[in-house]
């Protein structure tokens, strides 16, 4: 609901301006309460989902307690990403890199608990596989994530500033 706050403040700002016309402001009023419906309804699928499967895992104190870290993990996860989605480009870069490695760090923890349990329900040369597709993901995840701290972006910046004359 904040977000759809801070989408009217920036609409009524907006339409203040003199070159805004009625429709923009409209335009990202209806917007910000659509992207506010949209996550107040991934949430609600979280919360429905969880109470299902915690439900299902409530004889074992292992499943259960998987399940619980795992929702509290992509909680976790959801509210880093929201973060970094709020982040303006005059943002420190530090600030980005930090949020960055925090999302890398849930994904990791979150990887690494999935490939366990799918592991325990094949045979070993599949298991393998799992495990060797999560470390790629986990050694991609370090690179583009934690190790590049944006050195590629330059060539997206250079694109967008010619094709901007």
């Given at each position: 609901?904040?977000?759809?706050?801070?989408?009217?403040?920036r609409?009524?700002?907006?339409?203040?301006?003199p070159?805004?016309?009625?429709?923009?402001?409209i335009?990202?009023?209806l917007?910000?309460?659509?992207?506010?419906?949209?996550?107040l309804?991934a949430?609600?699928?979280?919360?429905?989902?969880?109470?299902?499967?915690?439900?299902?895992?409530?004889?074992?104190?292992?499943d259960?307690?998987?399940?619980?870290?795992?929702?509290?993990?992509?909680?976790?996860?959801f509210?880093?990403?929201?973060?970094?989605?709020?982040?303006?480009?005059?943002?420190?870069?530090?600030?980005?890199?930090?949020l960055?490695?925090?999302?890398?760090?849930l994904?990791?923890?979150?990887?690494?608990?999935?490939?366990?349990?799918?592991?325990?329900?094949?045979?070993?040369?599949?298991?393998?596989?799992?495990?060797?597709?999560?470390?790629?993901?986990?050694?991609?995840?370090?690179?583009?994530?934690v190790?590049?701290d944006?050195?590629?972006?330059?060539?997206?910046?250079h694109?967008?500033?010619?094709?901007?004359?």
């Amino acid at each position: 609901m904040d977000n759809a706050k801070e989408e009217m403040r920036r609409a009524a700002a907006t339409a203040d301006s003199p070159d805004a016309g009625e429709p923009h402001a409209i335009a990202v009023h209806l917007q910000g309460w659509c992207r506010a419906c949209l996550h107040l309804a991934a949430l609600a699928f979280l919360a429905c989902a969880f109470v299902q499967t915690a439900g299902r895992a409530r004889h074992d104190p292992w499943d259960l307690a998987f399940v619980v870290a795992a929702y509290a993990s992509l909680a976790a996860l959801f509210v880093v990403l929201r973060r970094a989605e709020r982040l303006t480009p005059e943002s420190p870069a530090k600030e980005r890199r930090r949020l960055l490695r925090q999302a890398w760090e849930l994904l990791t923890a979150l990887s690494c608990a999935f490939a366990y349990r799918v592991e325990q329900t094949m045979p070993a040369a599949m298991a393998v596989f799992v495990w060797a597709m999560t470390a790629s993901v986990i050694v991609g995840g370090v690179y583009f994530l934690v190790l590049n701290d944006g050195r590629g972006s330059g060539d997206c910046d250079h694109r967008q500033q010619t094709q901007g004359r």
